[in-house]
């Protein structure tokens, strides 16, 4: 229980370092998306194929597993602000 006048804390200021986390995996999974350079190259090549079609093959994979990493952070956030009786709006009826 709370104690009267306090307020409940935010879940990212109250963890600091997952909400960092999560931040800069969506970050580096936008920057690897946007910038062209990485993988807008015609080499290497493995026959006529060139590398931008390994890149996508390699990237979505990737991209699944950030965003679940992300989810199950956003997860352990949202369990942190519901406390331990699992529902953050409410308190003990006495």
Do not use: C, D
């Not at 026959?47 to 093959?57: I, V």
């Not at 965003?67 to 953050?88: D, E």
């Amino acid at each position: 229980m709370t104690q009267p006048g306090s307020r409940p804390r935010n879940p990212v200021a109250a963890h600091p370092v997952t909400s960092a986390a999560i931040g800069i995996l969506f970050a580096a999974n936008i920057f690897f998306i946007v910038y062209v350079p990485v993988y807008g190259t015609v080499t290497p090549k493995i026959g006529s194929w060139p590398f931008f079609y390994f890149y996508l093959l390699i990237f979505m994979p990737v991209t699944s597993l950030v965003l679940w990493i992300v989810t199950q952070l956003q997860k352990r956030l949202n369990g942190a602000q519901a406390g331990p009786s699992g529902s953050a709006g409410s308190e003990g009826a006495e």
